[in-house]
């Protein structure tokens, strides 16, 4: 079991940009994924996007192309770098991460984009 800290959320203008940081701390097995959902009001969680310790990556198709994700060298940081936000986009954002065993989530990060 992992814990799971974000940051980088904020409010930011349609069209912008915003990089969010999840970091995990304590002992991860292979083989593990590490992704990125979301949640708007009234709404489901769904996957955003999400990246294996082997370096597959799977995007939702409302931000294929906007975002990228990726994971630190260390293995146990990901990110996911937004680019050309939409108002649409606005939700909390939870880090996710899956290994043997465990299913792990962070708090939320609140990423609000204004048109």
């Known amino acids: 079991q992992v814990q799971l800290v974000e940051s980088g959320g904020g409010l930011v203008q349609a069209g912008g940009s915003l990089r969010l940081s999840c970091a995990a701390s304590g002992r991860m097995f292979s083989p593990n994924a590490m992704g990125w959902y979301r949640q708007a009001p009234g709404k489901q969680r769904d996957l955003v996007a999400i990246?294996?310790?082997?370096?597959?990556?799977n995007y939702a198709d409302s931000v294929k192309g906007r975002f990228t994700i990726s994971r630190g060298n260390a293995g146990n940081t990901v990110y996911l770098q937004m680019a050309s936000l939409k108002p649409e986009d606005t939700a909390v954002y939870y880090c996710?991460?899956?290994?043997?065993?465990?299913?792990?989530w962070g708090q939320g990060t609140q990423v609000t984009v204004s048109s």
């Open positions: 996710k991460c899956v290994q043997p065993g465990f299913v792990d």
């Open positions: 990246i294996t310790n082997g370096g597959s990556t």
